[in-house]
């Protein structure tokens, strides 16, 4: 039985600025079914009312509270630790974090920085990180598809980080634990109520399963095949949004 859908947002509905196609029905449909949507996110190039904007310039029809991101999920474990970040993130996202104060950090942040990843950047971090300060992360997500391309993602910086000082991220994004479920307490669904649909078998697929979720993987966006054997459990893999929502109507309570 499905009483919620957790929607992924790059590779799912969109890539780049190009909707990807039947995406916008489906998620229609199964807002006018009366399914309860929520849209959950690592991306990290974009700030929250920016992401909303584009949202709405694809015509897809997001509240504002039905958006989860985890950058949001960042700002809120710094915030409840008093910590001072160094924001290794990307330049469209530093005013997210302007009400932080970043003097003599003790903590250091790393996100989708894009061009902002270079010696010196991940030098700091990493000499902050080996001197005690917490490192905290988006989400392991390796790549993303932007436009026609595969793009490294923010989880290649935060492995290198974890490896030059020999410690471990904290992952605030997909998939961790937490964020699925402040995501999944946020709507009326029990967890395994809840169908996940994403593009990323790790951070989308297995993470959803890890909390008792279900899963659907798309073939759109970043799926290579064969991304379905890398991960066991029970999932559906399905064509594109389409087909999850089609999957989640057919099994309504
Ligand atoms: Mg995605």
Redesign the pocket.
Known sequence: MIESILF?????LYDGDQVIPGAQQAVQRAQRSGIEVRFITNTSQKTRQNLLLHLHSLKFAVEETQLFTAVDAARQWLRQRNLRPFCLVHENIIGEFADFDQHNPNAVLIADAAEGFHYHSLNRAFQLCIAGAPLLGIGYNRY?KSGDQLVLDAGAFIKTIEFGAGVEAVIVGKPSVEFFKQVVASTSARPEHTLMV???VFG?VEGALNVGLQAALVRT??YRPGDEDKVSGDFNTVDSVTEAVELALNNRG
């Open positions: 992924d947002l790059s590779g799912v993303f994403g593009d990323d989308d966006g970043k």
